[in-house]
């Protein structure tokens, strides 16, 4: 499998998980100002969105979108037990939780990434990202994990977004829970190897 992928961007939570998986993959970086990936092919030929991450599976098969992949990727090794068993409601909660994070918490962050973004654009997704983190702080005051004492991919994938405060100042240090919770995963060996794979460390 071929994992396309930017240092540090939402690529990372698919590159994490198939390090706690035990699954092997091809790295291959891609440029997101020149859309190029590191061999020089022109990434928008792969995905014509021209955003990570994209897996190319060993028959062909291509998959987009951070939430799909993560899942597709835990689902190869159920022992692991990365996601709840399909059909049921524990499962339903995890796609509850993708989705709260990919709509809530990660494209809030995007218009505080963005240099052509207006400051009221910026301070309104700040403002929501706040009530956000907020929320989730609280419901991880009360578990260790979003599903309880499960960890899945969702932590992974809320691990990635919070990883990104410091680069635009969302101090995570204002709740406790949160930076607890971060420092959890982020010591977990499979996160290290992959931001280490990064050059994230």
Known sequence: MKLYYSP?????????????????????????????????EDFQKINPHGYVPTLILDDGNKLTEGPAIVQY????????????????IERYHLQQWLNFVATEIHKNFSPLFDASASQSSKDSAKEKLILRLGAVAEHLSEQPYLLGQAFSVADIYLFVTLSWGHYVNVDISQWPALTRYYEKISARPAVQQALREEGLI
Not at 31 to 38: Q, S, V
Not at 76 to 86: C, G, T
């Open 8 to 40: 540090g961007a939402c690529s990372l939570s698919p590159h994490i998980v198939a390090c706690e998986a035990g699954l092997p993959i091809e790295l291959i970086k891609v440029d997101l100002e020149t859309k190029l990936t590191e061999t020089g």
């Open 73 to 88: 990727l835990a689902d190869r090794v159920p022992d692991k037990k990365l996601v709840p068993e399909a059909g049921t």
